[in-house]
Structures are given as C-alpha cells and as structure tokens.
C-alpha cells in the first residue's frame, strides 16, 4: 500500500503511517474556562462561536455578513435526461451595482417531485462540462487550466461534457434528487491573483471587507451561500433538504461552508485532505506547507505560520467536522490518494463525534477503519473507496443513499 501510494505524490512526501509522530488534538468539548461543554445550549452559544472564530482567525479568514440586493434571471428551462428532469438556467446577479459580479446555476430538478432535495456542489471547470448537453451555457468566467481554454481564458467548446463522469445526475435524478452546479470560478478564478478580479476585489467596498481579510475558498464559501438565497425562493425546491457537496478543494469549501451556515441540511466532503477533513497534525501526505506553497491565495495569511509546526493550531480539522454538528456529514476518502490522508479523513470524523452526541446524534460509531468500498457509520458518515483522486458513480451510490435516509 505505502509502496503503491508512494508513487503519485511529490518526493518528500510522508505516506509511511510509522513516521506518524505522536500527537495531541485540541477537544472540541474544551471551554477557554477550563470547563467542559457538557449541553447543547454551551456548545450553541459560547462554544461553537469560538472555535468557528478560531477558523476564521487562522485559517479561512472571515466571510462577510452584510446582505447585498441579488436579483435572479431565467436564461432558459427545458427538457433534459430524457424526459426525467427539467434543466434550469439561471443567472444570480449579486449586487445592483455591478453586474459582471453573478453566479450562473445550472439546475436539473427531477419531475417526479414537485418540490425536490436537492445535491450543491461547484464545478471546476464550467457548467458546460457536468453534461454532453448542446442547450449548457459555457460558463463565461476565465479557467484555470490552460488546456482547457480559448486564448482569452473562457471554456472552449470542447469542454462540454468532460466532467460528466463526476456527476451521475442520471441517478440523482431517478432517486428524486435534484442537482445544483456553479463554476466556482463565478465568484475567483483559482489563480494566486484571481482575487484582483473576482469578487474580493469587485465587491470590496459594498460587503466592507479587504481582500485579504478573507481567502479565496472563503469567497467561494460566500458564493454557495448566495446559492442557497436562491435557492430558498425557488418553489420547486425543498431547500430545507439541500445537501451541500465538494470534492477536493472544493470539498474544503464544502466544509467550510456548512460550518459558516446551517441553513445547509447536509455536508458531503469527497476526498478533501489537508486543509479538509484530514487531520493536520498527523504530517501525513499534503501538510500546511505544500497547501500554502502553491496555493497561497486558499487560505488567510496567518495560516502560513503554521507551515512547519501544525500542533502550533489551536484548532484542528476534526472540529471543522464538529461545527457540521447535528447535521448529516459525509466524509469520503480513496485509497490511490494517499496525498489527501485517508486515515487522517477517518480519525478527524472520528474526533468529531463527541459534539453529534452532545444532540443524542451518533457519529461513526466506530474508531477502526472500515474494510475498502463499505461505508460507515450513523449521522456521520464514512467511506474509503478503491481508487484514484476522483468523484465516482460508487461515491454517489453512498450520497444518494445517505440523503434518502437523512432526508425521509
Ligand atoms: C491538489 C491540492 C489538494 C486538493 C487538490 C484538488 O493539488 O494539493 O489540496 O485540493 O489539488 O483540489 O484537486
């Protein structure tokens, strides 16, 4: 396994679980009083305000709370999954005052429900690629990835239907399940200078907040939530049942998100590693180092000082997990992707449980890993799959199943 995994990540790497040092992790249930939380009422007012503050302050930065005036318009609507889904296209302007500030939702509602849960989840590359659909705007926004895009940075044609392998929405759809995507880029191109044209410089003045104040994956935490303003005055959407999902940096953002705010039903974190669900302190595939070296603009700045010393954190990922708390959280890992720490993805959703029983929730109900492909656990959730760094139809096969239970 150490062997297999070795292979695909940088050289420096620790895959090698006897190199783990031992450690301590921060409890979620420790008060600054010495006490311990022992009620919801403690947890709810003193003490998930403070760890949320500690995320704010050392890792993600602060997401602004002022409401801007958000107007919506329908680009088209039609027929789609051979008759099983209507498609929804929607533009999100995000304030009266400029209008190349906007989020285009694509929306596949399942027409067996007149008010359907529904699946969030950004998409890396621009709507056009969730589905070979000819009626999917391309996404306007510039890309990341140079060979993907025209010369002036935007999709190109070819793009469409390149990531439909990484979402099933023909399953989705025939559990009753909608699906809501956005091209994260909307709000930041993921690029260390997206900031200079993304929102956090665009909006600066009306959300009364410097660009460096915040982050990108906290920018991109704020665009979901415009999302959801959507998304709650949708009348064909139950959005008190929408589950919040993200694979990889997007999965960070997922969680992230879901801790800022709880309007989200369910979190769903797919192989989302260091910076993630994984705890930092076991120094196990990607560290804070590698996170802040080629991604500087993911994270806010006092992050950095944490580079070569993770148990210097007063917080650990395991009470990112604990501020998901009481809703259904899902963490998935996969074995080829040793960089994301798999058993460190585990033991943080394992340390996350003594908050879900605080409101008599059960988390894992288990402290040893499962056997590869079988998930776990009550109202949190695990799984580590065979395989690479990836979304897969198995993955689904366990969302899909998870919100139908969750949801009844
Ligand atoms: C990697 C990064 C990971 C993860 C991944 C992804 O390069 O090191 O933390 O976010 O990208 O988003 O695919």
Not at 115 to 125: M, Q, R, S, W
Request: net charge neutral; no cysteine; aromatic share 10%.
């Amino acid at each position: 396994n150490t062997h297999k995994s070795s292979a695909q990540v940088p050289a420096g790497t620790n895959v090698d679980e006897s190199k783990v040092k031992p450690y301590t992790l921060p409890d979620p249930l420790q008060m600054q009083d010495g006490k311990k939380v022992t009620n919801v009422n403690d947890w709810n007012n003193i003490q998930r305000p403070y760890i949320y503050h500690l995320f704010e302050e050392n890792v993600y930065g602060r997401i602004p709370r002022i409401k801007l005036t958000q107007t919506f318009r329908v680009r088209e609507t039609g027929d789609a999954i051979g008759g099983l889904a209507t498609r929804k296209q929607i533009r999100i302007y995000l304030s009266t005052a400029d209008t190349s500030a906007f989020i285009d939702l694509l929306l596949y509602l399942p027409k067996s429900k007149t008010k359907a849960p529904v699946f969030v989840g950004y998409n890396f590359n621009g709507n056009q690629t969730v589905q070979a659909d000819p009626a999917i705007f391309i996404s306007e926004n510039p890309l990341r990835d140079s060979r993907l895009k025209n010369a002036d940075g935007t999709a190109s044609d070819s793009t469409r239907g390149i990531a439909s392998n990484s979402w099933d929405v023909k399953n989705i759809i025939k559990n009753g399940i909608g699906l809501v995507t956005a091209y994260y880029g909307d709000i930041e191109v993921d690029t260390k200078d997206g900031w200079q044209t993304g929102i956090r410089t665009k909006l600066k003045d009306e959300l009364k907040i410097q660009p460096a104040e915040w982050s990108a994956i906290s920018a991109w935490a704020w665009g979901l939530m415009r999302i959801m303003d959507y998304l709650e005055q949708d009348s064909n959407i139950d959005a008190k049942h929408v589950a919040l999902f993200g694979h990889s940096r997007l999965g960070k953002t997922a969680l992230w998100t879901g801790a800022t705010d709880q309007r989200f039903a369910m979190v769903i974190s797919n192989e989302s590693g260091e910076g993630g669900a994984a705890l930092a302190r076991r120094n196990y595939g990607e560290t804070i180092k590698d996170l802040n070296e080629r991604f500087p603009h993911w994270f806010v700045g006092k992050y950095r000082t944490y580079n070569n010393n993770a148990s210097a954190m007063p917080v650990d990922q395991h009470m990112l997990l604990s501020l998901i708390a009481p809703r259904p959280l899902y963490v998935a890992s996969a074995e080829d992707d040793q960089w994301s720490d798999p058993k460190g993805e585990f033991l943080s959703a394992v340390n996350a449980a003594s908050v879900y029983a605080l409101f008599g929730k059960k988390g894992l109900g288990t402290d040893k890993m499962p056997p590869l492909n079988t998930s776990v656990g009550n109202t949190i959730r695990y799984h580590e799959r065979t395989g690479k760094h990836a979304v897969t139809e198995f993955d689904w096969q366990q969302y899909i199943k998870f919100v139908n239970e969750q949801f009844k």
